[in-house]
């Protein structure tokens, strides 16, 4: 057999009892081809010149689901406790530290397997590499070509792809797109990226130069000055009827920030705005499914669907001044540590994930306020379920006031906080009472209110605890030691009066009254 050398370099260095069993195998011409092409599959090589044509149509598609599912299964090496495998020295032929390709280049064979539907020549790409190349939809992949050599720079299965999105791109001095193609909504960590590839290119909204596209009926030219939308969406349309397509739309949402010095292909408006998640900047796109955060790579999608709940899926803060933050919460996948576990036979409660989004310009706040209303009900909710009853519901509360805090500012909330204050039960309501009657006098004498609202308040306990039952003696507040009894400064000037009466007499006092009255 010709094309056996990958097996029968292998044999001889495999363990004795494995090389033993694998020969007495290859007696038969059969199972020789087939643990050949099984070798070329796991390695990464061209299927043999023999195969049939079922399996070559396959072939780079499933060899890059075994890489990935092998990928998961491969344990660190026992000699480094953090998994990491260093790189030879003397290694001079190693290239750890360049970027690795989505998948193995493809050969002319594999090419030739793979029809192409619809290209873009000479279009700047960010992910998965960073360079102009040639973006080809084709039959079971997208590949990206060098313009200048032909060589396939990397490769994307078209079964992965999940979403596509259309963004005006910000930022531009001129009017620029972003397409923006996800397989995964979540970010990936580092680890996995390879297994969720992110396609990020843009174009100029109006040509600078003449664009180039290629279809089943041949090349096109697209004139210089002419729009280059269309050509995008009918790119898209190659993809995948299972690929879901999102343009942002103004109907949405709208910035209320227009950046100096900027142009916007939408020319009704930026359907997103710019905030920072940590210390990165980005933009969050507003759609009727969801929000995207992206632009940049690595970009990130939470439907609707996937949000926690009306009440807890996207929340703004209260805080005022320039800038305002974004929390989107995602629900936990199945057997995640962000469930609370519960007691019994109940289900376990989802804290989500949170994801917070900062240093947003105050003046987006109410274009927020209205997307989080009018999309709340369909919050963790997927498509053709039940819609939340209204009444369960929770209302989002109207932004706050997003101007300088003052004193006025902060007198006026506190007196919105006072009028939903509720005396307790157990006060009977008389210290409630007691408190609002002395307020309206307190312009007269405000030393004599403090004493009344002391004394009501023991005459509310003592009527509280006769309605209990006869006090105690022993348990008397005056049985206390050091306890004094009390009096309030109306009484005992009455009490004064009195004694003073009684020691002069009433005749001068009534003498005294009539003069004054004189």
Partial sequence: MADAQFLRTLVPALPTELAKTLRTLCFIPSNELFLENFVRLLTGADCTSDASQTLRDEWAVKQLATRQALAGLVKPPANEP?????????????????????????TSTDLASDPVQFTLHAVSTTSPVRKKVNISIRKTSVTFTNPSSGNVEATVPLWSLKRAFILPTRGKTKAHWTVVILSSDVTEKSAAKDDSPQIIFGLDATTTAPLYTTSANGKDTHAKGSPSLPAIRTFLSNLPKGVAQHEPSTDEFKSSVNQLGSSSASTTGVPGL?????????????????????ESKPCEFWALEDLLNPSEGVRLSPGSGRVFSVTVV????????????????????????????????????????????????????????????????????????????????LALDSDSEDEDFHGSDSDGGSGKGSGSEDSDNEDEDEDKDGDEEEEDAEGSLDEDEDADGELDPARHPLMRPGAMPKMSKAVMDAVVGMVEEDLIGGGEGDEEVDELDD
Avoid: C
Wanted: zero cysteines.
């Fill in 330 to 409: 995602r629900k936990s996948p199945p057997n995640d540590d962000n469930k609370m576990q519960v007691e019994g036979d109940e289900e376990e409660e989802d804290m989500g994930i949170e994801t917070e989004l900062g240093m947003i310009d105050s003046r987006e706040r109410d274009g927020v306020y209205d997307w989080v209303r009018k999309h709340q009900n369909m919050f963790g909710r997927k498509p053709g379920d039940a819609p939340v009853p209204e009444s369960a519901t929770p209302k989002v509360k109207a932004p706050a006031h997003g101007g300088p805090m003052t004193i006025r500012s």
């Fill in 274 to 294: 710019e905030a920072y998640r940590a210390a990165k900047q980005g933009n969050l796109w507003f759609t009727k499914d969801g929000l995207l955060w992206g």
């Fill in 82 to 106: 953090n998994g990491a495998v260093k790189r030879p020295i003397d290694d001079a032929t190693a290239e750890g530290s360049k970027r690795q390709r989505v998948s193995p280049p493809e």
